[in-house]
């Protein structure tokens, strides 16, 4: 809006439940695309897009609009190209990225979601290192973004620093800092490779647990190929059979926390630095009391193999 825009015409969302449904979104509308901005783990869902194929379907636009100048002999300025962003807010400390060697141009995030560094923790940035963010006009600078060789020079020239770094603006809080560095060491020494492992057969098995335990008394939003999720189930529980409201404070009482998004879905996320396979089936066993205590009698199809009284949410909970 401030540079003239009216957003409910320049910002245009792109269907697509797959990475390569946006992909195809984005080549619709290559000439109106300018800013390509996408949640590689979506924070509703937990559904999780293939990062490398969005992009390449950018440069692809790209490219096609640097041949279309080129050809052109109009004096009008050639178009600009689609610069790719990520809003990592869900992905950081729960997926592998590779953010330089798939060419995103900028992202940031939070961290104090999957990376753990507790509430209010310091947020994070990357620019492409191709990006000479010492010549970006109109950026917010502050003097953290100068050199550390002339910072305390005072000179009347600022003095940025190359890439990311240029854009700070002041010192970081110190404590912030102390809780963020110690969760990403953590997270350096079991390392994202070993983390993502574990995180899929954590999810696979959650999901599991909660179709035996109670059938067809749920649906899951998240895609169901364990490679295009992140560390997270979103369970749908229709109404009127289920009050999300009173799942959610009956699960408070047995001091279990999942996030509730209203009207019907709660969103459950193992994540897999800190829980357990044993916390997964103990989340289970308290869920099915849950929804026995806020719920009519139900009783789940029992799968092969199990018994009526394994599957059935009017049962006794188990200790």
Known sequence: AARGYDPAV?????????????????????????????????YY??????????????????????????SSSSDEPTTQLPVVGLDCAHAVGNVELALHDDDVD???WCSYKYLNAGPGALAGAFVHAKHDTTALTGALRGWWGNRRETRFDMRPAFDPQPGVNGLQLSNPPTLPVVALREAL??????????????????????????????????????????????????????????????IVAALRRRDVFVDLRRPDVIRVAPAPIYNS?????????????ALREVSAPLSAPAPPGATSSDNALDVEQQS
């Open 10 to 42: 320049a910002i245009v969302r792109a269907p697509g439940d797959t990475a390569a449904e946006i992909a195809d979104a984005l080549r619709r509308r290559a000439d109106a695309v300018a800013l390509v901005l996408v949640s590689p783990l979506q």
């Open 45 to 70: 869902t937990g559904a999780f897009f293939d990062v490398k194929t969005i992009v390449q379907a950018a440069r692809e636009i790209a490219m096609n609009n640097e041949s279309s100048s080129s």
């Open 106 to 108: 900028f992202a940031c």
């Open 185 to 246: 060491a953590l997270h350096v020494e079991a390392g994202m490779p070993a983390l993502r492992a574990k995180s899929l057969r954590l999810t696979a098995y959650l999901e599991k647990r909660l179709r035996d335990a109670l059938g067809d008394h749920f649906q899951t939003l998240t895609p169901r190929d364990p490679a295009r999720r992140g560390a997270q189930l979103s369970l749908l529980f229709p109404p009127p059979q289920f009050d999300v409201d009173a």
């Open 277 to 289: 396979f044993a916390d997964v089936h103990r989340f289970v066993e308290h869920l099915r009391a």
